[in-house]
Structure formats: structure tokens, C-alpha cells
């Protein structure tokens, strides 16, 4: 019904930079909110960044001032532009959406969905 498309992750150095992209498709009729999540081996997923659809942002503490959210809302795709980046920020990075769905003729229902998942990997 909709799905999240990522991509972006693989393997940099310490100190380096990338960029994840998401992707939203499907029967949607709006877009609340897009983040991004990451787990580590042995951790629980934990939230990273966040934007809302007026494009107020969230941010987990120790990725402050290293990495930016944004969005573009006529393509329905976040970004997250991760820079200075450390092998702690090693992780799988999922995308999340929050969506309003076309259910029928003007009917409309909630929906959270999230993205495969990407493997960012911070290693010399």
C-alpha cells in the first residue's frame, strides 16, 4: 500500500560524510511526519532525526550540529545528511514515515511505515 525506498548507506571513513535518501510511495494522501531511526548490534533502535511536514525538526543529542533532515515534499522524499560522521554512528538507519492513506472515495486512515533498513558503516 506504501512502501519506503532507501538508499545512501555503505562504508566511509571516520571523519567522512554521506547521504541517505527515502523515498515514500503508494496510495498517499499526506505526509505527517519522515525520520530516521538507527540500530547498532546489541542496541535498541533509537530515533535520530526527525521533520514534520511544516518542516520542524528533531534531533538525537549526540548527532547534533553533525547531521541535517530535510524533505521534499512534492517528490515525498526525506534526506539525512550525515557529516563528521564516527564509528559510533555504525548502525542499520531505517526510514520512518508517518502517512495519511487513501482507504476508499474520501476515506482516509493513519498509517506508520518503515523502510528495509540501510547499514551505515564508519570504519578505517
Known amino acids: 500500500q506504501v512502501q519506503l525506498v532507501e538508499s545512501g548507506g555503505g562504508l566511509v571513513q571516520p571523519g567522512g560524510s554521506l547521504r541517505l535518501s527515502c523515498a515514500a510511495s503508494?496510495?498517499?494522501?499526506?505526509?505527517?511526519?519522515m525520520g530516521w531511526y538507527r540500530q547498532a548490534p546489541g542496541n535498541q533502535r533509537e530515533l535520530v532525526a526527525i521533520?514534520?511536514?511544516?518542516?520542524?525538526?528533531n534531533y538525537e543529542d549526540s548527532v547534533k550540529g553533525r547531521f541535517t533532515i530535510s524533505r521534499d515534499n512534492a517528490k515525498n522524499t526525506a534526506y539525512l545528511q550525515m557529516n563528521s560522521l564516527k564509528p559510533e554512528d555504525t548502525a542499520v538507519y531505517y526510514c520512518?514515515?508517518?502517512?495519511?492513506?487513501?482507504?476508499?472515495?474520501?476515506?482516509?486512515?493513519?498509517?506508520?511505515?518503515w523502510g528495509q533498513g540501510t547499514l551505515v558503516t564508519v570504519s578505517s
Open positions: 503508494g496510495s498517499i494522501f499526506s505526509i505527517n511526519a
Open positions: 521533520i514534520t511536514a511544516g518542516g520542524g525538526t
Open positions: 520512518y514515515a508517518d502517512v495519511l492513506v487513501r482507504t476508499g472515495p474520501a476515506r482516509y486512515s493513519p498509517l506508520e511505515v
